[in-house]
């Protein structure tokens, strides 16, 4: 997993609110037995027509947002379907952030698994940086994880609240498999104990 | 004397093998269910780091999302994609050693159906798939919930998942429901009072009269659509309904194993006094039969009401009816009623059990379905199907005219052929009315087996109530 630290790049606005994993990366493309390559299918059926023409109107089509690394969406992102392929599609495009006023649990917890930090901020703040997004290419927000700040355009920061082991983790790219796997006496411990306490499991 | 705890807090402190300073925890996991679509990756990774699965005795796959639910499928599946992922899972099963019901086996299902019919999901456990559908299991009073594939492959390697206690919040029904009501449109109206992200951060446990009235099918439907309202997980304590459905399946403890099982069992309830963050309260004689009408489950009504103008809401959600309502094809204050329907379909891990098929039949009897429409009942697994069909109603659902088909996901999210055409409208009794979930541009009504039976006699939405 790459690591994330401080990103400044251009934010995406997406104030729709509740958009759901659905609409991040639709089912046709979970048929994949690979986590690479999903990008170009990202948002498909918001992005393209069914002849694969582009919607001129859908925001990273525009030519400000085509290199888009942060999107600041509506309530409730990535809501709906457990698929880790909203994250891998989102990754593979080129975003590495996304704020929101909240996220739905699964996809919240997908993020931290590849590299992708969603921040959580208030109402007030999302509106600025919504705002400052619509700026397009003239507006790089930054954000620093090690900090927790977000810095929009114009200079005015807005901090936020990171669980301490997920900051760990992904400020230094750590698989936590590898890192579970170190516990494992721990494990065996409560194998053990379970095997006498609920024997019928 | 220790704190009055809730059910979840019970659950939760009998799974922690180690609890760091910060309070994350390492959390053991008692079952993890796996389906072909959120696991080649995972099981790539093991092997890819060369690790094994910790514990292939509590692991069970089965294939759900992309098998066909024709006849013939037993000969293949013609999708190049789907098939791969179907392989690959036949091919981890075995080269992992873990449990496993092919697609050519009368008990394979939609996962969330094979778990508790097999006896593999039992009270206190923590029990985990890839799949967001999980929360079924909590009706069990079993802690459920979805992961994504990088938690699949932690758990297979470690059968933990590194996790932080989530907040306690109540959903009390009182009361009794009236006749007409079930146990989806008890879920369905929970959500469209707390919202889609209502529930965000909490575990709900659900309790009541009209809860403790519902059949474990009935549970499981409630349950299942928890992380609808943004909840991980939602529970019911277990009693003796859910005792009486667990004994003798094929994986339930049997003899004194039983008799020790029960025993803990019946201490799994929440302590008088123990704290909740949040409560809500519906009483039960207040819930009618509810249909959505936009793309997220928060937008459900009753169905005698009209649809409701972006002008109702506020904030962000203004936007969101707009485009809900353009894709949905309704115009502000038509009759839910009047809607007409292209589609049914009956089925799905929230409406896939033989109680669900019951319901519907009981409408259908001696009916057909209006002219034009396309109807089918995918039934949640091998054994409900069968079941169903030594009950007769099958041949009820044949006679009206419906699809009568082979176990799996189906429609609820159409990976498989099952889809809707664009602009066709379903009345579906799944669990998702995002846009595109049945097919692309595909309009779906979210409603209860019953609705669904009776809008498939007239072709458009219509109160069960009313239809006799």
Known sequence: ?????????????????????????????????????????????????RDGNENPDFVLNQPAYRN???????????????????????????????????????????????????????????????????????????????????????????????????????????????????KVSAIDAYEERAKLQYPWV | MTAPKTLYDKIWDAHVAQEAEDGTCLLYIDRHLVHEVTSPQAFEGLRLAGRSVRAPGKTIAVPDHNVPTTEDRVKGIDNEESRIQVDALDKNAKDFGIHYYPVSDVRQGIVHIVGPEQGWTLP??????????????????????????????HVLATQTLIQRKGKNMKVEITGKLMPGVTAKDITLAVIGKTGTAGGTGYVIEYCGEAIRALSMEGRMTVCNMAIEGGARAGLIAPDETTFAYVMGRPHAPKGAAWEAALAYWKTLYTDEGAHFDKVVTLRGEDIQPVVTWGTS???????????????????????AVKRALDYMGLTPGQK??????????????????????????????????????????????GLVRAQAEEEGLAQIFIDAGFEWRMAGCSMCLAMNPD?????????????????????????????????????????????VRDFA
Request: hydrophobic content about 40%.
């Open chain 2, 297 to 319: 489950p928060e937008d459900v009504l009753p169905i005698n009401a009209t649809v409701p103008s972006p002008d109702d809401f506020t904030g962000g959600k203004v936007e």
């Open chain 1, 68 to 182: 888009a690394e942060i999107i600041v969406a509506g309530d409730n992102f990535g809501c709906g379907s457990s698929r880790e392929h909203a994250p891998w599609a989102l990754l593979d495009f080129g975003i590495r952030c996304v704020i929101s006023t909240s996220f739905a649990d699964i996809f919240f917890n997908n993020c931290f698994k590849n590299g992708i930090l969603p921040v959580v901020l208030p109402a007030e703040a999302v509106n600025y940086l919504m705002d400052d997004a619509t700026n397009g290419a003239n507006a790089r927000i930054t954000v620093d994880l090690e900090s927790q700040v977000v810095t929009a355009s114009d200079g005015k920061t807005f901090p936020f609240e990171v669980d301490a082991f997920k900051k760990h983790c992904l400020m230094n790219g750590l698989d936590d498999i590898g890192l579970s796997l170190e």
């Open chain 2, 124 to 153: 206190g456990m923590t029990v985990v798939c890839g799949d967001s559908h999980t929360a079924t299991h909590g009706a069990f009073g079993s802690l459920a919930h979805g992961i994504g594939t990088s938690e699949v492959e």
């Open chain 2, 336 to 381: 839910l009623t009047d809607v007409k329907i292209d589609t049914v379909f009956i089925g799905s891990c929230t409406n896939g059990r033989i109680e669900d098929l019951r319901a519907a039949a009981a409408v259908l009897k001696g009916k057909k379905i209006a002219d034009g429409v396309r109807a089918m009942v995918v039934p949640g697994s």
């Open chain 1, 1 to 49: 997993m790459d690591k994330f630290t401080t990103l400044t790049g251009i934010a995406a606005p997406m104030p729709l609110v509740n958009i759901d994993t659905d609409m991040i990366i639709p089912k046709l493309f979970l048929k994949t037995i690979k986590r690479s390559g999903l990008g170009k299918n990202l948002f498909d059926e918001m992005r393209f027509d």
């Open chain 2, 419 to 463: 889809q809707l055409a664009p602009g066709e409208r379903c009345a579906s009794t799944s669990n998702r009315n995002f846009e595109g979930r049945q097919g692309y541009k595909g309009r779906t009504h979210l409603l209860s087996p019953g609705m669904a039976a009776a809008a498939a006699v007239t072709g458009h939405l219509t109160d």
